[in-house]
Structures are given as structure tokens and as C-alpha cells.
């Protein structure tokens, strides 16, 4: 998981700036290119899942799976104009969420094995170590950035995936354990889902476009890296805090707290401030990252406890439809101007609403219920 984060850390501030200044593809052309790309790593990721459950060994699906996305790097670094881009990027992108999707199938059937009291928090913790490869790969991308450019940046980012392949061969996989069942599931909610679903939207439309709105107001691409770094730190430091609090206060509740912070992060992203605001409002934002990639994915994966490998995948394309819509949600507002980030809040808003109502419901469901109870007690 480490060396994942490292790959995925070392490209991602850089692609869509890489697009724009190292291809010359413009606004319509990156976010077509990202938004085919996401939507064959959906169907993908979602597909997988529907059979992977059926199969006692799962690495061998990621085991696959990296191979293609080396070969997709390849070919990316070779593209010259749009055509080329869009079949290097599907091929990058399309088997890496079967990758992520499935490394959290394994690991989570291992912790039910070896400490099956614990897992939910080994988990976060396993998403906590993500985000030390990924905070790694930022510090790496922006330096190799400054010495060999873009092409360096995608040569890094391909070790990454070697490494990960290296560690896939080296790992024995174990059956899993007969202990899933002892996992505390959450009731299914469609509300809760879709609230989840323009959370992710938010997050990706950022992921996206702050790069872009960065280097248009201030120059220098290398800062992106810089950026995301402080941010990973602080996503470090509250992963476990913030398993520790949903566990404690629930997690819809700390849900709630981590949006109204992305709230107000976004709302001052779009008046566009100076630089150094824009590295003091990181800490709050990472918060929401650390619930939302934490917190949210152990709620998700609770709703389809006794299926490891759905589960995973779920989630992984709940986060890939989400990352599809919110690169597409940006072209109501032309160019690359700070006022983008007025949708982000609103979607924030609106995924607030359905969360306090779906509490509102189960509320009043338990005091229906509890009301039905202590009836039925006195009755008898």
C-alpha cells in the first residue's frame, strides 16, 4: 500500500498540468480524457468485484493488473496529442482500482485472521500508510519535477508500480478466515451512499482542478507537490484520530464535523487567496480526506460485511463515479478561475442535507421501535 501511494503521489498533482503544458490538450480535452479513463476504472473495479469473492487467492487479479498499467505509462509518455494520451491513461488507469480494491480485500481478510477484534482500526491504519506513500511520493514528484520534468515524474511513477509488482509476487496470500462473520455490519442505505457519492464528486473536482487554478494564479507547478505534501502530513496525523472518533461519537457524526471544515476550505479557495492561505487551510482539509478515505470507507465496506471483495469495489467505484462527475461539473464555469470551488461547496451542502435526514430517520425509527417495545412489555 505504501508503494502504491508512492506511485500515485509522485503523478497526480502533475497529470493534468502535464496535459496542459507538456501535450497542449486543452479544458475539454483533459477532462474527456480523465472522465473515460475513470469510467473504464469503474467497470472495471465494479466488475472484479462481483467475482472476486468467488475466488480463495485474490493477488492474482492485482498481480495482473499492474503489468497493464506499466504498459499504459509507456505509452502515455510517448503521447503527442489526444488520441495517444486517452489510450495511455485508460490503460494506466482502468486496472488501478482492481489493484486498490483488491489489496484492501486482502488485507482486511488477513487482520480478520490474525486479530480479528482489531480490524476495523488496522484498516484506517492500512489507509494511513497510503497516505505516508502517497505524502512520500508528493516530496519525490516535485523534486524530480525540478531536476528532470514531466517525463521524470512519469518514470517515478512507473518504479512505483514495479516495486508494488515486486511486492505482490513476494506476498503469500492466505485463504480467508472463517472470523468474517464475527464483522459488525451497517444497515444498507441508499441516502448514505449517495451523500458519500457527492462528498467523493467534491474531492475529485478539487483533486483536479486545484493544480490547475495553483499554477494559473501563481506560476510554479512545483508548489502543487508542495501543497498536497502539507496535506498528506496532516491526513497522517488525523487517520487514526479520526477512526478513534467515529468510533466513539459515530461515524455519521464526525461525517458532519469533517464536511462543514471542507466546507469552508472550498468557500475560500473560491475567492481566490493568497498562496500562503491556501497551505493554512490544508490542515482542516485534510480532516475531511483522513474521514472521508478512513472513516467512510470502513462504513461502506460495513454495509457488505459478509462480502470482502464487493465491498472493496464498491467503494472503489463509488469513489471512481464520483471523481467522473466531478470532472465534468466544472465546465459551468469557464477557464480555470478560483470561482470553480463554489461547486464543490455546494455539493458538500447538499451531501450534508442527506446525511442529517438519514439520521433523522433512524432516530425516529429507534424511538418507534423503542416505543413498540416498551408497549409490547406493558401488554404482557
Same mark, same amino acid.
Given at each position: 500500500?505504501?508503494?502504491?501511494?508512492? /506511485?500515485?503521489?509522485?503523478?497526480?498533482?502533475?497529470?493534468?498540468?502535464?496535459?496542459?503544458?507538456?501535450?497542449?490538450?486543452?479544458?475539454?480535452?483533459?477532462?474527456?480524457?480523465?472522465?473515460?479513463?475513470?469510467?473504464?476504472?469503474?467497470?472495471?473495479?465494479?466488475?472484479?468485484?462481483?467475482?472476486?469473492?468467488?475466488?480463495?487467492?485474490?493477488?492474482?487479479?492485482?498481480?495482473?493488473?499492474?503489468?497493464?498499467?506499466?504498459?499504459?505509462?509507456? !505509452?502515455?509518455?510517448?503521447?503527442?496529442?489526444?488520441?495517444?494520451?486517452?489510450?495511455?491513461?485508460?490503460?494506466?488507469?482502468?486496472?488501478? /482500482?482492481?489493484?486498490?480494491?483488491?489489496?484492501?480485500?486482502?488485507?482486511?481478510?488477513?487482520?480478520?485472521?490474525?486479530?480479528?477484534?482489531?480490524?476495523?482500526?488496522?484498516?484506517?491504519?492500512?489507509?494511513?500508510?497510503?497516505?505516508?506513500?502517497?505524502?512520500?511520493?508528493?516530496?519525490?514528484?516535485?523534486?524530480?519535477? $525540478?531536476?528532470?520534468?514531466?517525463?521524470?515524474?512519469?518514470?517515478?511513477? !512507473?518504479?512505483?508500480?514495479? %516495486?508494488?509488482? $515486486?511486492?505482490? %509476487?513476494?506476498?503469500?496470500?492466505?485463504?480467508?478466515?472463517? =472470523?468474517?462473520?464475527?464483522?459488525?455490519?451497517?444497515?444498507?442505505?441508499?441516502?448514505?451512499?449517495?451523500?458519500?457519492?457527492? !462528498?467523493?464528486?467534491?474531492?475529485?473536482?478539487?483533486?483536479?482542478?486545484?493544480?490547475?487554478?495553483?499554477?494559473?494564479?501563481?506560476?510554479?507547478?512545483?508548489?502543487?507537490?508542495?501543497?498536497?505534501?502539507?496535506?498528506?502530513?496532516?491526513?497522517?496525523?488525523?487517520?487514526?484520530?479520526?477512526?478513534?472518533?467515529?468510533?466513539?461519537?459515530?461515524?455519521?457524526?464526525?461525517?458532519?464535523?469533517?464536511?462543514?471544515?471542507?466546507? =469552508?476550505?472550498y468557500m475560500t479557495y473560491a475567492f481566490g487567496p493568497p498562496l500562503a492561505v491556501f497551505f493554512l487551510a490544508q490542515p482542516l482539509y485534510s480532516f475531511f480526506v483522513s474521514v472521508l478515505y478512513g472513516v467512510?470507507?470502513?462504513?461502506?465496506?460495513?454495509?457488505f460485511h459478509l462480502r470482502i471483495g464487493f465491498g472493496s469495489s464498491v467503494y472503489v467505484s463509488l469513489t471512481q463515479l464520483a471523481a467522473l462527475i466531478g470532472y465534468l461539473l466544472p465546465f459551468l464555469v469557464?477557464?480555470?478561475?478560483?470561482?470553480?470551488?463554489?461547486?464543490?461547496? !455546494?455539493?458538500?451542502?447538499?451531501?450534508?442535507?442527506?446525511?442529517?435526514?438519514?439520521?433523522?430517520?433512524?432516530?425516529?425509527?429507534?424511538?418507534?421501535?423503542?416505543?413498540?417495545?416498551?408497549?409490547?412489555?406493558?401488554?404482557?
Amino acid at each position: 500500500m505504501f508503494l502504491y501511494g508512492i /506511485g500515485s503521489g509522485i503523478l497526480a498533482p502533475m497529470n493534468a498540468v502535464y496535459m496542459r503544458d507538456g501535450i497542449g490538450l486543452g479544458k475539454a480535452e483533459i477532462a474527456s480524457i480523465f472522465s473515460i479513463s475513470l469510467l473504464f476504472n469503474m467497470t472495471a473495479a465494479f466488475a472484479i468485484g462481483l467475482i472476486s469473492d468467488r475466488m480463495a487467492k485474490k493477488k492474482r487479479l492485482a498481480v495482473c493488473a499492474v503489468p497493464l498499467c506499466i504498459a499504459g505509462l509507456l !505509452l502515455y509518455m510517448q503521447a503527442d496529442g489526444y488520441v495517444l494520451a486517452l489510450i495511455g491513461l485508460v490503460l494506466a488507469v482502468a486496472p488501478s /482500482g482492481l489493484i486498490m480494491g483488491q489489496l484492501f480485500a486482502m488485507a482486511r481478510s488477513h487482520f480478520m485472521r490474525e486479530a480479528a477484534g482489531y480490524f476495523e482500526m488496522a484498516q484506517i491504519w492500512l489507509r494511513a500508510t497510503l497516505s505516508v506513500g502517497f505524502f512520500t511520493g508528493l516530496l519525490a514528484g516535485a523534486n524530480v519535477y $525540478l531536476v528532470a520534468g514531466f517525463h521524470g515524474v512519469l518514470w517515478g511513477n !512507473l518504479l512505483g508500480y514495479a %516495486l508494488l509488482l $515486486l511486492c505482490l %509476487l513476494l506476498y503469500k496470500e492466505q485463504d480467508a478466515a472463517a =472470523a468474517d462473520n464475527t464483522s459488525i455490519g451497517e444497515p444498507f442505505s441508499l441516502v448514505m451512499l449517495l451523500a458519500l457519492l457527492l !462528498l467523493c464528486c467534491a474531492d475529485s473536482l478539487r483533486g483536479l482542478y486545484l493544480p490547475l487554478v495553483v499554477v494559473n494564479l501563481f506560476g510554479k507547478p512545483q508548489e502543487m507537490s508542495y501543497l498536497w505534501s502539507v496535506q498528506a502530513v496532516f491526513e497522517l496525523l488525523f487517520m487514526t484520530l479520526a477512526g478513534y472518533w467515529a468510533a466513539r461519537y459515530g461515524s455519521k457524526r464526525i461525517m458532519i464535523i469533517s464536511s462543514v471544515f471542507a466546507l =469552508a476550505v472550498y468557500m475560500t479557495y473560491a475567492f481566490g487567496p493568497p498562496l500562503a492561505v491556501f497551505f493554512l487551510a490544508q490542515p482542516l482539509y485534510s480532516f475531511f480526506v483522513s474521514v472521508l478515505y478512513g472513516v467512510a470507507m470502513g462504513y461502506v465496506q460495513r454495509m457488505f460485511h459478509l462480502r470482502i471483495g464487493f465491498g472493496s469495489s464498491v467503494y472503489v467505484s463509488l469513489t471512481q463515479l464520483a471523481a467522473l462527475i466531478g470532472y465534468l461539473l466544472p465546465f459551468l464555469v469557464p477557464g480555470y478561475r478560483p470561482a470553480i470551488f463554489a461547486i464543490p461547496a !455546494l455539493l458538500v451542502l447538499a451531501a450534508l442535507a442527506l446525511i442529517g435526514a438519514n439520521a433523522a430517520v433512524v432516530r425516529r425509527k429507534k424511538r418507534t421501535y423503542g416505543a413498540e417495545a416498551v408497549l409490547t412489555e406493558n401488554q404482557a
